[in-house]
């Protein structure tokens, strides 16, 4: 059953931080990549980072050195720390899981093709300049 529950959106200055949390302790398929995935108004959807049940984290490399994935497998929860956060990374972020196993987490992330992946509802983040 597909149950990821983000949370932590909200609006903030360039420069700032935001910290995302996705609930998946009633997520009861397969995590072997976890992710976070961005779409902004009037564009595709695009992965932004990803991290593998044994840890590997890959992003995109317009959030590389700025965001941080992580998961708390205790607490059942997946992380995206964004840091000096910018305009341009004003969208809707969901948090997300592969549906099948695929070749690697990173080409899961950057190919973001729907039919791979299973979504959660969504959190807003706004960054004003």
């Known amino acids: 059953q597909v149950q990821l529950a983000e949370s932590g959106g909200g609006s903030v200055q360039a420069g700032g931080s935001l910290r995302l949390a996705c609930d998946v302790s009633r997520y009861t398929l397969s995590r072997t990549c976890m992710g976070w995935f961005r779409q902004a108004p009037g564009k595709e959807r695009e992965g932004v980072a990803s991290i593998s049940a044994g840890g590997t984290t890959d992003y995109t490399d317009s959030v590389k050195g700025r965001f941080t994935i992580s998961q708390d497998n205790l607490k059942n929860l997946v992380y995206l720390q964004m840091d000096n956060l910018e305009p341009e990374d004003t969208a809707t972020y969901y948090c997300?899981?592969?549906?099948?196993?695929?070749?690697?987490?990173?080409?899961?992330?950057?190919?973001?093709?729907?039919?791979?992946?299973?979504w959660g509802q969504g959190t807003q983040v706004t960054v004003s300049s």
């Open positions: 997300a899981a592969n549906k099948r196993v695929p070749s690697s987490c990173r080409s899961w992330l950057l190919s973001a093709r729907t039919d791979e992946i299973n």
